[in-house]
């Protein structure tokens, strides 16, 4: 009975993914190099390009924790997820969540919100730009309807929230960088991760800034998320926040 | 003769080439590489004006038993469409299985099932996008011993079949017919000349199978001396045609790649030198 294709497929990515296949091996022509030693060809390639496709999406990770224990997360996330499709930077959604539960990371407990920023500064850059929101559109809106009125982030703008101080861990991780030493416990960070002509960056937003933002983007209506920004920080002044905000070019523009 | 040789398009070396604009005959993409609509997309729309471009996927999984991937053929269909490339190709191999990736090319039993899984999924691709594609031989690093056909001559039933043209990537004779203990122009002789619409060239490395030397297609240096010396043969057995150098790993400063191309157009000019002598 020939090995048909399905199975032969099945059979050949069951073993990509590290299971022994006895009939593959079976099916593979062996010399004076084995059938079993010709497949892990397939199988050490796959995994070391997909561990190096998540190098490039997560650098500051990598910066962080060094080569060698960055390429056994790595692999150890391949193994558990592989890619659903063949664009590679769009590659890597879980890895943050699957940093967060790996028991060997445990000691750095900041590492999987700097996955976060990786990963949102990688989904950034690769976002189809889109027109934005300005002022004079929203001068467009009458008065009485700016209250309930809703807005968007723009596709590759993203709201990235941790207790930890990410954006000085991550300059401290820049090649190039001095060694600062960071104290881990001097406070979070509300980051705001964006497009710009030639690169990706964030900018740190206060306290009521962030939750003004937060609760837009979950679909609440400007008055609603104003409301959220005071209680998040008493000082938090709207018009001053928002006009920031509506110039660094991050809410959508409205569809037409 | 003007260059027939043109040079992968990687992101280190975008930069230079938009300011720079050296003279090659074309510059190749990843077609997975410029599927997101990032900024280097925008930077290659700005580049078509002063080159011609190779739309080359690399993971359409034409071997995939379970047919294309719809979503993904619609995003290389749209990139064809908005860049109008002059060649577009990719691999006899599949990497696709159960909805998965993995992100190589992976090797094909050479059997009549296997020929009808690819016609089907090339002629869907050439359907889809209005065009001739055109299929690269692989590297391979193992041989299924229910095979049926040699690789040639499923390229061949393949050309015939689905229409598509024929993209001889050098390099990958080399390693796969010593890897797979084939001689390289054996495995040359009796294809279908016509249909050969472009080669490629890169470096491959040597590495240790126990003790056993194994060539690994990583695209990470110079073209080899023998893929040099086998490309002349190709040259001289089929024609000029356009000639890619690849380099993906390792790469180098633009000035060595280029330098690379130059070689590659030296050894067309040698050829035909050669030729009007004979005649």
């Known amino acids: ?256 | 003769m003007g260059k027939v040789a043109g040079i992968g398009l990687r992101s280190p070396h975008l930069a230079e080439i938009g300011r720079d604009r050296p003279a090659t005959a074309f510059l190749e993409i990843h077609a997975e590489n410029y599927l997101a609509g990032s900024p280097a997309l925008q930077a290659v729309e700005r580049l078509r004006a002063d080159y011609a471009f190779s739309v080359h996927a690399v993971g359409l999984s034409l071997g995939s038993a379970e047919g294309l991937d719809a979503a993904h053929l619609a995003r290389v269909a749209a990139l064809v469409k908005r860049l109008e490339p002059a060649y577009v190709s990719d691999h006899l191999s599949w990497s696709v299985s159960g909805g998965r990736y993995f992100n190589d090319l992976l090797p094909l039993p050479y059997t009549e099932e296997a020929l009808d899984v690819v016609v089907r999924n090339v002629v869907q691709l050439q359907d889809a996008l209005g065009r001739q594609v055109s299929i690269e031989n692989p590297s391979c690093y193992l041989g299924f011993a229910h095979s049926t056909l040699s690789e040639p001559e499923f390229l061949d039933a393949l050309v015939r079949r689905s229409g598509c043209g024929l993209l001889l990537d050098v390099n990958n004779i080399v390693v796969t017919a010593h890897n797979l203990r084939l001689d390289p122009r054996a495995w040359l002789s009796g294809l279908p000349a016509a249909a050969i619409t472009q080669y490629h060239l890169a470096g491959h490395a040597v590495n240790d199978s126990d003790g056993e030397p194994i060539l690994i297609d990583d695209h990470g240096s110079r073209v080899g001396d023998g893929v040099w010396t086998l490309f002349e043969d190709v040259v001289r057995c089929y024609g000029v045609r356009p000639t890619l150098v690849e380099w993906d790993t390792d790469i180098p400063a633009l000035p060595v790649l280029l330098e690379e191309a130059a070689r590659a157009d030296q050894v067309v000019q040698g050829v035909g030198r050669d030729a009007v002598r004979a005649a």
């Not at chain 1, 401290?172 to 030639?198: F, H, K, N, W, Y």
């Not at chain 1, 960056?201 to 209506?221: I, K, Q, R, Y």
């Not at chain 1, 001053?240 to 959508?252: E, I, P, Q, S």
């Open chain 1, 1 to 256: 009975m020939p090995f048909a294709l399905p199975d032969l497929q099945a059979a050949f990515a069951a073993h990509l993914a590290g299971e022994e296949r006895g009939e593959l091996i079976a099916a593979v022509i062996g010399d004076s190099i084995p059938a079993a030693a010709r497949l892990r060809v397939y199988r050490h390639h796959v995994q070391h390009s997909l561990a190096s496709a998540l190098a490039a999406t997560f650098p500051t990770v990598q910066a962080l924790v060094g080569d060698d224990f960055f390429r056994a997360l790595a692999r150890a996330f391949v193994v558990r997820t592989l890619p659903c499709q063949p664009v590679l930077a769009e590659y890597g959604a879980g890895f943050a969540d699957f940093v967060a539960d790996h028991e060997p990371a445990r000691t750095l407990p900041y590492l999987a919100d700097v996955a976060r920023l990786d990963w949102a500064l990688n989904t950034a850059f690769h976002a189809a730009p889109a027109p934005a929101l300005t002022p004079a559109m929203l001068a467009a809106v009458e008065a009485e309807r700016l209250p309930s009125l809703g807005l968007r982030l723009s596709d590759g703008v993203l709201l990235v929230r941790s207790e930890f101080p990410i954006d000085r861990i991550w300059a401290a991780s820049q090649p190039g960088a001095s060694l600062e030493q960071v104290d881990i416990s001097s406070g979070g960070a509300d980051l705001l991760v964006m497009r710009r002509p030639d690169d990706a960056a964030f900018v740190p937003l206060a306290a009521g800034e962030a939750a003004f933002v937060a609760s837009l983007d979950a679909g609440n209506p400007l008055a609603d998320s104003a409301e959220a920004g005071l209680r998040a920080d008493p000082s938090f002044d709207l018009s001053t926040g928002f006009a920031r905000l509506l110039a660094l070019g991050v809410f959508a523009a409205p569809q037409q």
